[in-house]
């Protein structure tokens, strides 16, 4: 599936700030399933930019403005082609005692360790035993995931960007950021390699050709159970051609789409996602 993204932001500023120092990551990657065919970030006012990839493998763009500005938008554009095979991923047939091996330990230790966003709240990690005693890794992440689902509202401003999952847990309420932290802290809990991913999502399960429609930033999760899986815990379904990765790390800390510091007064802050299917 080929698909045009446009991410707008948009900081508005209660008066005009002097100086501002961001990095953007809303580059989508290009990887086996995926191909960034273009991708394209314009800012405005105007601002020196430089790209670089993180140690997580994500694509920056920083940029910093030392004009009087009283808003700054930002403007990711990217076309990409999905290929991922549909359905329920087969089982990639690591046991519990292959993710124990101390290469595979060593390989994925900071996929393992939880992050101060994703410690396992204590029902959370009991349930995540409880699986892992009755299956074999696979088939704990799916069960985990579409629990997961059930137990956790999807509630669009029920939490904010610096929540915790066990802070979205203690409410039951929460988006797709907070679904994805609650996956990885449960996956880790019984030493499943999890990343976190961002990305985008195509809202129709079969997309008209040519037509725009409003999209979402989105998150998900990948675990690794003898290879690295795609998984949606927000909707219970197989990561596939509507999903467009843009980075993978820890947690949302690690991969934030905007972020920065600027001198100035206070600001708000709106984000517009368009997504077509082209082909």
Known sequence: MRLRVEHVTTLRYEGSATASYNEARMTPLTTPDQTALDARFAVSPHAAVLRYWDYWGSHVTAFDVHTPHTELVTTASAIVETDRPAGTPADAGAGWADLAAPAVADRFVEQVRPTSRTRAPAEVAERARELAAAHGPHETALRLCGWLRE???????????????????????????????????????????????????????????????????????????????????????????????????????????????????????????RVTRLA
């Open 151 to 273: 137990e956790v509202a999807y509630v669009p401003g029920a939490t904010g960007v610096h929540d915790t999952a066990a802070e979205s847990w203690q409410q039951r309420r929460g988006v797709c950021q907070d679904i994805a932290h609650l996956a990885c802290a449960a996956l880790r809990e019984v030493g499943v390699p999890a990343r976190y991913v961002s990305g985008y999502l195509h809202p129709t399960r079969e997309p008209e050709v040519g037509r725009e429609v409003v999209g979402e930033s989105h998150a998900w999760v990948e675990f690794w159970t003898g290879a690295w899986c795609g998984w949606d815990p927000t909707n219970d379904v197989p990561v596939g051609e509507r999903h467009v990765v843009v980075a993978r790390a820890r947690d949302f800390s690690d991969v934030s789409p905007l972020h920065g510091v600027y001198s100035g007064p206070a600001s708000s802050v709106e984000a517009s996602v």
